[in-house]
């Protein structure tokens, strides 16, 4: 049915900064096969992404089923990284995007934040560590192929990962996902509770950094809402 089967959850929260540096993005059910969500140094780094890799996909989905063929996903990266140089004029712009297939999970970096895939029994793979892209430095390329073992994936910057641990992480969420009381998720998908109590944790736990979470249920799709806070008071959902 060109559905990828995998649910989402956004929270961005500006902690203890003076102004939210960073932003997220999510393309969901426009293209076959495929989503899209990124984490992006600004919000006009951010929407320049979404159109422009958004377009990218779709182009070389279209292409390559055509033909019957693998998607060159260095190509993908390759223009997007390319043209965001050039249009941006930002060597050093920082970007982590995570593309969600049917049959793969796709990870372009380029600094910034960090992509965790969990599986079954807590196992922790990072797809992408938080680095500070230079000036010169390729772009990091990763495919996994999914499986049944796939739980979920974290994607999330340093405001999330410099005080919660892949562990706690992964039994806060997997609680949410597939806890036994789901009640309590009634007003919101599960995967956007999950990515909220992170960013609560976060904040407990005295982040003073921007946080931006993402959370990507591989297993059910649910209904997806997307929240924004700061530090005195909690948004409205959008």
């Known amino acids: 049915d060109g559905k990828t089967n995998a649910g989402h959850g956004v929270v961005s929260v500006m902690g203890r900064q003076r102004a939210m540096t960073t932003a997220v993005s999510t393309v969901v059910d426009e293209i076959p096969s495929y989503d899209i969500f990124g984490i992006f140094d600004g919000l006009r780094l951010a929407k320049f992404f979404e159109e422009r890799l958004c377009r990218l996909v779709k182009e070389e989905v279209t292409a390559c089923h055509g033909r019957r063929v693998a998607v060159d996903w260095n190509k993908v990266m390759r223009s997007c ?121 976060a904040i407990a736990r005295g982040s003073k950094e921007n946080i931006n979470v993402i959370v990507i249920d591989l297993k059910n799709k649910n209904s997806t809402v997307s929240k924004n806070k700061n530090k005195n008071k909690n948004s409205t959902v959008s």
């Open 81 to 201: 990284f390319s043209e965001t140089v050039g249009t941006l004029r930002s060597t050093e712009a920082k970007a982590v995007v995570t593309i969600v297939g049917k049959e793969e999970v796709i990870v372009l970096c380029r600094g910034g934040a960090r992509v965790v895939l969990y599986s079954h029994g807590g196992v922790a793979l990072p797809l992408c560590h938080i680095h500070h892209h230079k000036c010169g430095e390729d772009q990091i390329l990763k495919i996994h192929k999914r499986n049944m073992i796939d739980d979920f994936i974290v994607l999330a910057c340093e405001g999330l990962w410099g005080v919660v641990s892949d562990d706690d992480t992964y039994q806060l969420v997997k609680c949410c996902l597939y806890g036994k009381s789901p009640d309590e998720c009634k007003s919101e998908s599960s995967s956007t509770k999950a990515a909220v109590v992170l960013a609560e944790l």
